[in-house]
């Protein structure tokens, strides 16, 4: 059987009719078939470098079928068991992507085929040197969540990917999350095809505009001082928002009055300055959180993180009765990150978009918000601030 090119459903517009589905509405009587080995799916909305000869069919043929295979191989063959042991292969094999010790390329077909939204390769040596100029230009962290088998000769892998884009002065960090599509030939058992759909973009096809233009928006200048931050993994990167699993970690906090408000803030720095039992001081973190509990924004708190070396049993007492320590225990939380001053209105704006975008897309928000300021915005251009507004969420799944 062939290696199926599966667009997963986020990324197929169940109803778009393709150009071959058109050509084939205008012509009931024939179909056209490639001249090469290649056959057609109707689930795929575009072809590039593919020349067509008509075929006369009866009228009785019925409903026309298109299938697309990337290898040529009898429609009985399939891998069978030994998917599983290409599986597991992945599962060792992947995190070495931008290692010293690199993937092993003998498990790859001389012609493989590699395909992303804005880069494509024909052959296992164009292959490896995508991987070489990434890791030279981005030095990226490649992160793989899970593979499984999703067709007959196909494994598809769920991914997260962080480049820090070190030749620029202020380092920013693309951030990539998807699926891969990987086609296996069964005459010989290896990879022939590699194709990768971002969660960020709709138009997933080489070449795509859109994956251009989402590349250079994560290029814009934030600044995030050097200081700890809460320990995170970003899961999902989708045009709007960030669906994060932050681990736990350890606040002093107190009540304040508003989500964009200040009030409060000298007495929770005055913790770590050493206005503590036992005059300790201790490092400064980044962001300064303020959380709404309700939705109504009834009962706020100002927050500041404590050093991950910290716990609650090694810590001093507060002086001000007012203060109190806390353990976050962590979860998920969608994120999404601007600029600018946050003032309450951008703020009230900010979490409006984000709740709306998430219930879109089928999560189950948590009343209540965060603000994350990174920055002092006192000693900070207005326009490379780093604030978040981030909403806890009751579960999630990466399937």
């Known amino acids: ?21 058109k050509m084939a509405t205008r012509l009931p009587n024939q179909i056209f078939l490639p001249n090469s080995n290649l056959s057609i799916t109707s689930q795929q909305s575009k072809l590039t470098g593919i020349s067509f000869r008509p075929v006369k069919l009866p009228r009785s043929t019925g409903k026309l079928t298109l299938k697309c295979s990337l290898v040529d191989s009898p ?10 042991k290409l599986v597991d292969f992945l599962y060792e094999d992947l995190p070495h992507l931008f290692d010293e010790q690199g993937i092993d390329p003998t498990m790859y077909d ?20 995508n991987i070489a100029l990434l890791r030279k230009i981005f030095t990226p962290d490649f992160q793989l969540h899970w593979a499984k088998q999703t067709g007959p000769n196909e494994i598809t892998t769920r991914w997260t990917m962080i480049m820090p884009f070190v030749i620029l002065p202020w380092k920013p960090e693309l951030v ?22 971002w969660d960020s973009i709709k138009n997933n096809d080489y070449f795509s505009v859109e994956g251009l233009l989402d590349v250079i928006k994560q290029l814009r200048p934030y600044k995030t001082p050097d200081l700890e931050t809460p320990k995170y993994q970003i899961l999902k990167r989708t045009a709007t928002y ?11 906090e107190k009540k304040g009055e508003k989500l964009a408000g200040s009030t409060g803030f000298n007495d929770v720095a ?12 201790i490092k400064m973190t980044t962001p300064v959180f303020t959380q709404a509990f309700d939705n109504e924004q009834s009962n706020i708190s100002i927050q500041i993180v404590l050093p991950s070396e910290k716990d609650l049993s090694s810590l001093p007492e507060p002086e001000l009765e007012a203060l109190s320590l806390r353990k976050v225990e962590g979860g998920f939380a969608v994120v999404t990150k601007f600029s600018g ?12 978009s984000l709740r709306r975008a998430v219930l879109r897309d ?28 981030l909403i806890w969420l009751d579960e999630f799944s990466l399937e």
């Open 341 to 352: 001053k946050p003032t309450d209105e951008v703020v009230a704006e900010k979490e409006k």
């Open 270 to 281: 005055g913790y770590i300055f050493g206005k503590n039992s036992t005059k300790e001081k």
């Open 75 to 84: 429609k009985t063959e399939s891998v069978g068991g030994d998917i599983k």
């Open 1 to 21: 059987m062939s290696a199926l090119i599966s667009l997963p459903p986020q990324h197929t517009e169940p109803h778009q009719i393709s150009d071959t589905q």
């Open 242 to 252: 960030e669906v994060r699993k932050y681990f736990p970690f350890v606040i002093v």
């Open 176 to 197: 990539f999350t998807g699926t891969s599509v990987m086609g296996i030939n069964p005459k010989n058992q290896k990879f022939c095809s590699h194709l990768d759909f």
């Open 110 to 129: 001389e012609s493989v085929k590699f395909r992303d939204p804005i880069t494509k390769y024909d052959s296992i040596s164009g292959y490896l040197f």
């Open 362 to 389: 089928g999560l189950k928000p948590k009343e209540g918000c965060m603000l994350a300021r990174y920055n002092d915005p006192g000693r900070t251009w207005s326009f490379i601030l780093r604030n978040e507004v």
